[in-house]
């Protein structure tokens, strides 16, 4: 009897840990890193999918991302930039490092904040003293939605911009 039951706990010891591998080499919300044209920005994200859910709006309406809550802007583990030169975001200077971003979505603009602390797993806010720049951007309405969040560099003659799509809405922070 005590075999059996030493047998069929090794048993499921083995079918949770082939089941953790497998989430890890097979996220549901996979990991990307992007870089900026020359290399000298890197973001890294776990990109959701939308799956039929209301993603931005009121915590009434049981949306995934609530307007005016934390969001670490992705999922899984936070989001972060790395940048190996000093780069200008709404006037403050970033200056080389590594720093989580997060943000809180509004249905009209968004609070995007960089913050020193990179060692967290993302679901609570990183300590305020931590932040080193926090920007207001306006929120563009899309008129085709984005399955997959999306994260990436675009640039016009003026400023480059770091631009984050998902469901019908995107924003843009502007850089230079």
């Given amino acids: 009897m005590i075999r059996k039951i030493i047998v069929a706990f090794f048993i499921g010891v083995l079918i949770g840990g082939g089941y953790a591998l497998y989430l890890i080499n097979n996220p549901v919300s996979p990991l990307e890193t992007i870089d900026n044209d020359d290399s000298t920005i890197s973001i890294t994200y776990s990109r959701p999918f939308k799956k039929d859910r209301i993603i931005f709006g009121k915590e009434s309406e049981s949306a995934l991302v609530p307007y005016g809550k934390y969001w670490r802007t992705g999922a899984n ?24 971003i997060f943000s809180i979505p509004g249905e009209d603009e968004w609070e995007v904040f960089f913050n020193t602390n990179i ?17 207001k951007v306006p929120v563009i309405n899309l008129l085709n939605e984005v399955e997959q969040l999306t994260i990436g560099f675009e640039k016009d003659s003026i400023l480059n911009y770091i631009s984050l799509k998902w469901s019908l809405s995107k924003v843009i922070i502007p850089y230079k």
């Fill in 77 to 100: 583990k936070h989001t972060y930039i790395e940048n190996t030169k000093e780069i200008e975001i709404s006037g403050k200077l970033l200056n080389p490092g590594k720093y989580s």
């Fill in 119 to 135: 060692n967290y797993l993302g679901v609570f806010r990183p300590d305020i003293s931590g932040d080193v720049i926090s920007i």
